[in-house]
């Protein structure tokens, strides 16, 4: 393993226990989930340059893109639910209230 592919594994794996172990704010989680896919982009965008073939050149852009629609979808329910529950705590959040 060399040592781009074991930072991106760390910091992969620290934005999952982040992710696992850090749960108060939503927005928290969500940096977390950001910080994966970022990980996860740039593995994939070296994996497509080192293998040098064009099949795989699109992968990291359909990655970024879906990221980007998570990042939003994330931000407008962490909005939604400040403006419902008063406070961005995951702890508020309880779906049998729903």
């Known amino acids: 393993m060399t040592l781009i592919q074991l ?3 760390s910091v992969f794996f620290l934005g999952l226990f982040g992710l696992a172990f850090y749960r108060v704010h939503l927005l928290s989680a969500l940096l977390c989930l950001e910080s994966m ?3 996860l982009f740039l593995a994939l965008s070296t ?3 080192q293998m040098s073939s064009t099949s795989f050149s699109a992968a990291p852009l359909l990655l970024l893109a879906f990221s980007a629609c998570e990042a ?3 931000l407008a329910l962490m909005v939604a639910t400040a403006r419902t529950h008063g406070s961005d705590h995951l702890q508020n959040l309880n ?3 729903c």
């Open 95 to 97: 779906l049998l209230q």
């Open 47 to 49: 994996w497509s340059l």
């Open 72 to 74: 939003g979808v994330g």
């Open 37 to 39: 896919m970022l990980a």
């Open 7 to 9: 930072s991106f594994t």
